[in-house]
């Protein structure tokens, strides 16, 4: 299929579900996780129970993500992928946006957040894992300093951890059951930027699928869904989505 006959398809569509990874953020500024030079090219997981049981752990996790805040938080905006997709809200079009991100530039870019599903949590935030109050993340890496202890819930001296997903840990219930009332409803469920490699999210495009959606896939990268997609750009995302924003002015 070519681009313009997926435009002239998309245009028609009302109950769009976006699908996306870290490639959508990268011409933001931040790396994705297993690209040359990405994330896990860079550094080692920290699994959740390591976190929970290990100081040494805890230590190495709070470093490794304040190091990668520190490289590419400092003026980090949405770009045309984040802002196309508010487009289609604009339109009426989205009926919901599943992310494996936790940078929050799609809430940025201004869709909804009752649309935006948070499959791997978000790093605007940081939980303690004890009584589950919320503070917001910049205030407590402000007490990462120096030689810094892991820290510790003012309330209850709990251990506290970005509200993300670690490997190993509980999947969100709610954002689960979320994303899957959207992949069985999706009229047209449209990956973005993701290699597809991570269980539980890579499910959902299979589930779209099966529940009659038409699966598109936008990545640079081949994945390994690409023979089930109804359509598949090969590609940068930020050219993508310029010249599919030029085929639906264009109409
Ligand atoms: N244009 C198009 N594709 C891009 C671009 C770009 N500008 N930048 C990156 N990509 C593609 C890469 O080809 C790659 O296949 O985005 C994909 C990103 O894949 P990953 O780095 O594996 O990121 P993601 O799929 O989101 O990872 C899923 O893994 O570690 C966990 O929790 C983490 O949510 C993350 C999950």
Not at 139 to 155: A, H, N, S
Not at 157 to 171: D, E, H, R
Not at 206 to 214: L, M, N
């Amino acid at each position: 299929m070519t681009l313009e006959a997926f435009a002239t398809k998309i245009r028609t569509c009302r109950e769009i579900v976006f699908f996306t990874g870290a490639g959508i953020s990268t011409e933001s500024g931040i790396p994705d996780f297993r690209s040359p030079g990405g994330i896990w090219t860079r550094y080692s997981p920290v699994y959740f129970d390591d976190f929970v049981s290990s100081e040494s752990e805890r230590v190495r996790y709070w470093k490794m993500k304040k190091e990668s805040l520190e490289t590419y938080k400092k003026d980090v905006r949405p770009n045309i992928g984040h802002y196309s997709i508010k487009a289609f809200e604009d339109r009426g079009q989205l009926l919901g946006l599943i992310t494996q991100n936790v940078d929050g530039l799609h809430s940025i870019a201004g869709v909804s957040e009752e649309k935006i599903v948070e499959l791997h949590g978000t790093d605007r935030k940081v939980v303690c894992l004890q009584c589950g109050k919320y503070y917001p993340a910049n205030e407590i890496y402000k007490r990462l300093v120096g030689d810094f202890t892991p820290p510790v819930c003012d309330e209850c001296g709990g251990l506290l951890k970005p509200a993300t997903v670690s490997f190993g840990q509980q999947m969100p219930v709610e954002a689960m059951r979320r994303a899957q009332e959207l992949s069985e409803s999706a009229e047209m469920f449209v990956v973005v930027g993701t290699s597809l490699q991570v269980q539980p999210a890579a499910s959902f495009p299979v589930i779209a699928k099966r529940s009659g959606a038409f699966l598109a896939i936008i990545n640079r990268d081949p994945t390994p869904l690409d023979s089930l997609a109804d359509f598949n750009h090969r590609g940068a995302i930020g050219e993508f989505f310029r010249e599919l924003t030029r085929l639906l002015a264009d109409s």
